[in-house]
């Protein structure tokens, strides 16, 4: 009977009949019923001594059946209303009765479309009105009233007929019923009905809902269920409130089943939003369980025991009941949310879940059934599998959990979801967000998607929708696909040939946007030509006479035309060869298609795209059509095209002019002259040879893409209630549905589409004095950038009121006190001025604001001075939403402010009702705020709220997710008004939710502390369970119960992911893991095709051994070489599963990845593949990893990490470079601390032996380049210490392992000794005792590895033999600085024990010491007696060079020092170096600051060094003298002994060169004085007071007298006098006079051999003087200067021999000339006096005895000479030449500069 559908006059009457024995039948049941209560309840009122009787609650229930004044109108129906039935046994009425009802119920649908006249009377009962309602409408309604009925019979026996009987038909008013009455036990404000009838209602539409959905369908019986969503919401909203109680879990039972048996009909209902409705259920019916609302501690306290243990097996009944429905709400549902944030917090919210359940199934299995965990686990593979972007990083996590029971059931997990076939999204990291909807309308072959879409677009939004399918398709090259789809289905769907492709056809727009699209270079090249002839050259052409100015000749007019339109014609025809080849495939299909189903309407479908939808549009616009640029304003112009139009499209249709257009009759000519060429040109059109001219694609941006995309995204969404109506009956099709519905779900809400709008503009009005403060703070300001006020979303302007005023929004609560308070007013005044002139509305969103958000009163102060007049007359309303209890105290500051706009505030407490007054389109709303309103639980109402302090308000309470919202009953006086406030405790601030009594609930929550607010309700049961749910809930989706990973897992992770935890776990020591592993390999390989697919085979009762390790590492080795792209995948994830492995398993690991490892070396290298970069990146993420690994199992597994992994790295010689990089990185902390002596740094040591075990030069190679660039890098924001370098620590380190790899020659010493010893001597003697011990211990491995490799020649062992014991002894250990006894100086000290002290700063010159012993050492390793000219010594120089050239004062000097030591040879000596050397020098002391550095002292050993190999041609010989003179008279004591050096080189220089034969130093030194050489040295003389003119020897020992009491200068100076006097070839004693003097008295043991050079010289003249003599002193200037020198030697000298030489030679001197000696007597006579008073040698004091006798003896000494007497000679400085004078330091600096400038040129 349920399959009636046709209605018949039978069998509607039929229909009614039965009806009204069904209606009579009622009554007497329902007296049946009451009849059979009334003993019963006289023996139970007699029994507890009460009245008897009727209950009052069965007669109200018996009045209920014609309440609402339904009654039958006809007089039959009147007759058999009121007769009474057969006399029958109550079961024979039960029987009659229940046939009646389903024979009503099955026949249905024959009443649809009857109606039935009624009577209703009002509210007071008193008048009645006559109605016309629907006869199913009513019987329905009587239906639910007998649902609810007293009597179980009756409401029992309506169920079922209602569930199993009701005719499909019936359905669509059936559940509007059920909706409508389940609407009004939630009230007007939601305030729910929780009496026993309204769980009753509940409980029936349960039960009846569940009947229907489980019978047989036919897919068009449910689709009049539009409202099941809301209606199942509602019916989840009221049970999830009631109480625990049996009855409310067994309803709770029931609705988990109805929501299982609608979703497994889910492909027959027609949902409307069913994604987020089924996310919805899930987040509610999972409180349900055990783990929130159904915990034995929410139990009514006074429970008996016996319904307490009845409640504990229904609860665990319940959990699987729940877990079992919400498997089947997950399966295939992408979860729900604004974004991505939103959806992946939501898994998580459901993952915790889960696990927690899974976890207590396994802690606690008693407190659950056995089907709970399977069941579970289901659940969780639906939700991974439809959500894998936001789930699988969650279960991966769970593959390691601890407990061996829950990872083998979230592996399984995993295994089933590979089973189903899941989508991981292997296609790339970087797919753009729309790849999965454009993948599926791209490979849809035939477009239906697409095609639907455009049959149920709105004729408003069919050109926009064409336009963007249009770009979308070319950008994808499949547009023509789209055009040809969308012709054949408007061919197949037209039935008349003169209909098709009208305008309004989506093929017809499809063609002309494409036409728009590609189409203007055809057009300016058809139709251009005559277009811009006419607009160049304007011609009259009206033809209609009634039109026709005056002064114009109708039928030249005429003529024009025709001239013009064959014109436009010829140009149309030449430019068909030209024409696009799609738009000539275009016609082809046309041709081919219509004339297919219409013979001979071809050339009209072809005329309608290429004339009348392209060509003849754009002559009429060609501004619009692009094909000029300029805009056409001459109407004759115009009218010209117009006209010409109308020809070619008469001559396109092939149409002749008629009586409707009379004066266009003229043209039928043109058209009967034309028709066949036409349609030849038709033809060629519909033609496409193989050369037609192809167009460049058109080339969209990314940008334009995805906003393209976002539009369909946006008609999609918009369309999807259509889309699903469409697709509904086509089943073929409906998987393609479901895919669209599933990703647009994915993607979650669609942009909106831009728009771009006017903005109006606005003039001030008025002249007040706010007007003007308002302007002149306005042009203040106007340079101020707003963009971080526009960011923060605090004010902004979006749609209009109801009335179509502007609105503009005030969001308060994105206010903070950080913000700039002046540039925010002007952002506001600046965003709303140009809508002052009109009426505007103000939104003041006050939702959560407080004390943090208030605006300061000082502002409302400046504020309300500068608002115009304008603005504030214009303001037309303000509109406050969610005013509290913090704004109404705040209001009564500000009031004063607001002025007349106090008056204009409307108070909301709900969006709903500020929404009812802003216009539906564009609210501007913030979602946040919509969200809150949008997602109210449960409504509390009325409720009493007692504060602290005792005050109660009635108030009404809301709950939500997030919030418990608390609103005022009574509303409260508020700026100019009366309002309701609306505060708001967010749940995440709840501390405690308790119950006092049993209508009190105490919320305790954080509020500037610890607040307790009490609610008094009688629903108070409800109130306490919603608010403790909804805390879980909080607790459970809080962040920290977030899984979390060390790198963010990506889709392409999956397969290595995976893998790596099917081995390891198959390692396990647990049976059930290792079949649970196996079978996720098995469903891994066939997932993903791997090579073993076809070997390994699924299966759960298969017995794995124990020690299966050999299985693995064989599995392993074969999908490593099968699939190496996974590599870094598997690698990362395997050592993210080691740190969850015991130690057992984590060798195994190592084991089965080593063989992965080679593949490596493929992402080692940057190549132009795009992934090459973010692959090397991953390398690096993974190398980076292992050494973490090493460290971290150290002291457990090191040597297997070594063995297995490192020493198998090394041989990746692409990849040494980025481990080597990775380890410098990963070696240095970020403090910039040193790691030396940590136990970390011991690893590095470690790893840095093994990979060189392997792979030794590769290592040391890299190592070494990498210590010389950190060298390098120094010179980059350069410090005057290496060790104050930021790349300093990158420097010990790279020592460090140098130093270790030198032993045993891992270093390859044979390949890089010449950079290890540019690297030493760069180094050396910096850092801490620890560093400097590392560097001298490096200098003694490599000498060792040099002996030991035989990298040293075999003729000169035995001579690096006898180095190295050199090397050893303490001076060389001094060398290095680690010579001392008191330091530690140990190689390996902790941390804790470095001292990390630093030297005092190296003397300069140890450099040439240890530059010496590493030239030994290499000179060691060649057959020559010097390594110079070697391959060594050329990369060691050149390193050196490169060093000694780059400014950087750390190791310039050094470098520089160095190449003074290693440029042995001629070859390698030339001007160029000594320039640039001097260069640096002249540089050096023209910026001179006071003292003389390293640089400049290391310039000058250099120049001493390198001056004796320079070639005997260059120039630098003339002049090289008096350059080291004139160094040597900078007053500098650092400087002093370098100086002396390269002049004792110098001399020897001349000497071996032979400058000096003949002539002698001297005369050739004042020989090359010359010119303006000789100027400067003139005037260094006269600033020094010593002249090179007047007394060469001397002016030349008198420099170098400064040295005399330092402890090497003295030493040093008499080296270079003793050099001269040796070699300067002098013939005469007065050139060597200066010499003696200075030499004799410091020399007493040479006395002798002084004596015959003096004796050589002098011949006879010396006699018994030692000096004084004719050849020596032959005259008093002579004597005068030697008597002075003496003396100033004599003062200088602390030693009594030297002292008494100096005494002899003055004794001799006095007597051989004593009137010159008058000039140092003076100076002396104190110091004589003082000898002669306290000297105990007698020899002094008898010489001193003897000089004064002599002097006293004289009658006087000789006046004339005196200091004078020294300036005349140009000796005034003599007397005190023994000093460094400071003062004259700048001076002498700059003129020496310029002396090397001279010399350099």
Known sequence: MRLVERQTAGNFSAWTEVQSRWQLHTKALIRNEEIALEPKEKEDEKEKGKRTGVRAKVKGQVKSQVKGGLQMKSEEGQRRHTRCPPDEEAPEVLQEWTNYLGFLCALGAVTVGQEVLVQETDKKGKNVAEKKVPVLEQFVSELMKLLVSEHLNVRETAKKMVGNAMSPA??????????????????????????????????????IMKLVLDQDHKPSDLTSLTNIEELIMNLVKFVRQLTISV??????HKLCGLIAATLAKSTMISFRNEYPFRTSIVENIMEWTSEFSSKESNFPPDTPPAVAKQMRQLTKELDVQVMQAISVVLRNLPLHGKDDEAKSACFSKFFTFFTNLLTRCKKNPESVL????????????YLVTANIEHGLEYFVTMGYHQDYDTRSAFLKVLANILKEGTDFEMGGEELDK??????????????DIVLTLCEVTQITEADAVAANLVRIFEAN???????????????????????LFRLNSMATKLMVQYCKLIGVDYLRASVGPEIKNLIASPVQAECDPAKLPPGQNLEANQQTVIASAERFLDDIEKSIDICPAPFREICAYLKEEVGAKFPGAEHTAIAGFMFLRFLCPAIIAPDGFRVVTTKITDKDVRRSFVLVTKVLQNLANRVRFGNKE?????MNSVIDKHIDRIRAMFDRYATVPEDAFQVEPYNFTDEEHEEDMGRLHFYLAGSKDKLAKAFLGRQTEKSLFDRLTTILAQLGAPPEPKKTTATPGARLGGSSKANVLFKEFMKRMENKNTDYIKAKNIYYQQGTTKNNVPVFYLVARNIKQDIDWEVLIYYIFKTTQPFFAKSYALVIDMTMVSAENQIPLQWWTQTAKMVPDQASDNLESIYILHANQWFKKYSKRIVKFLGKAAKKCEFFSSTHELCAQLSEKDRGVPEDTLNIAGDIQSTFSPVVMVTQAGKKTDVEVRLSKDYIQIITTKPGPILAGNAPLVNFIPISRLREVDANKDTEVIVKYDSNGVKATTFVSKSAGQMLQQVKASKDRYNLSRPSNSVSRSTAFRPSDVPGTLLNMALLNLTSSNHTLRVAAYNLLAALCSSFSFSLNTTLLGATDIGIARNCIHFVVNVSTDISAAEPSMTLEFLLEALHGIIKADKQSQVYVLEYIKPWLPNLAQFATISPDPESAEKRQKLKELINSLVALTIREAREILPDILSQIWRTMAQLNEAIDTILECLCERALPSSNTSPLGTKNMDCFEDIMVALAIENPQRVSGKVVHLLLRALDDTSVNPVERLENHSNWVRIEVLIRWVMTLAFDNLLAVDKFIPELAHAMVMTFYDGDSMLRANIHALFMNVVHSTFSSRTCHEDKLQTLRFHIGEFHSLSSRLHFGVGSTKTNFSIYQSAMDRDNKLEKKMPISLVQNVTNSLFAVLSCCTRESSCVGTPYHSRWLALTCKAALTPNPALQPRAICALGVLCQSHELVTEDIIEKLLVLLRNSLFNYSGAVGDLEISIIHALAGLFPHLRPTSKYYKSMFWIAASLLQIHDKALYVAVLDLLDGVVKALYNGGFLKGEGLQSF??????????????????????????????AVTAHLMKGLRLSKGKSAANNAITTILELCSEKKGVNMVGYFAALLPMKFDETASFRSIINAVSGEAAGANMLFNRQMVPDDETAALVFTFIATVLRSSDLEHEQLLAYKLLDEGVRYNSAPFAITFDSLAPKMSQVLLSSQNQDVLAIVHSISSFVFSLDNLSSRYDISFLKKMGFVGLPDCDQFHVAK?????????????HVMK
């Not at 036990?185 to 409980?203: A, M, N, P, R, T």
């Open 170 to 207: 019936a359905y669509g008013t059936l559940f509007r019923h059920f909706g409508l009455g389940t609407k009004q036990i939630f009230g007007d404000v939601g305030q729910i009905d929780f009496s026993d009838e309204s769980i009753l209602y509940v409980d029936q539409v349960i039960s």
């Open 247 to 252: 009855a409310s879990l067994q309803t709770k």
């Open 370 to 381: 056995p089907q709970l965990p399977e069941a579970t686990i289901e659940s969780l593979s």
């Open 434 to 447: 729309y790849y999965k909807l454009t993948e599926l309308i791209l490979q849809d072959a035939n477009l």
């Open 477 to 499: 090259e499949r547009v023509l696909d789209l055009i040809k789809a969308a012709i054949a289905a408007e061919v197949r769907k037209t039935e008349q040939a003169n209909t």
């Open 662 to 666: 009379p004066y266009m009759l003229c």
């Open 1565 to 1594: 030194c004042m020989r090359h004085r010359t010119g303006d050489l000789k100027a400067l040295l003139d005037k260094l003389d006269v600033i020094t007071g010593v002249s090179f003119n007047t007394n060469f020897s001397v």
């Open 1785 to 1797: 330091k700048g001076a002498l600096t700059q003129l020496i500069c310029s002396v090397l400038d």
